[in-house]
């Protein structure tokens, strides 16, 4: 029973990391980098490392892409508007 939660942990972590190397939106890298580290966490306790999964539950399932959604947030750029105006003083005629 123990090899078959192994082997399907692993097989979560092979999957969930490799969608996180396809996925071109960073926000949604976050989202698949939050699941990896939740497929991480699963198999350190299932290989009986309690102190590494709730380390693992906690930075890499929670802090790290939480850091990284903010760090989208701020870094991309919205229109301000002033492009928007038509007396930008450029003459039109």
């Not at 123990?2 to 396809?22: D, K, P, R, S, Y």
């Not at 989202?31 to 890499?60: M, R, T």
């Amino acid at each position: 029973m123990n090899e078959w939660l192994i082997g399907a942990a692993i097989a979560f972590v092979v999957l969930a990391a490799t969608a996180a190397v396809l996925t071109r939106d960073p926000a949604r890298q976050a989202v698949v980098l939050s699941a990896l580290g939740l497929g991480l966490a699963v198999l350190f306790a299932v290989l009986q490392a309690p102190d590494v999964a709730l380390s693992q539950l906690a930075v890499g399932t929670a802090l790290t892409p939480l850091l990284i959604l903010l760090t989208v947030r701020k870094v991309t750029r919205r229109p301000t508007g002033a492009g928007d105006r038509t007396g930008d003083g450029e003459d039109e005629g």
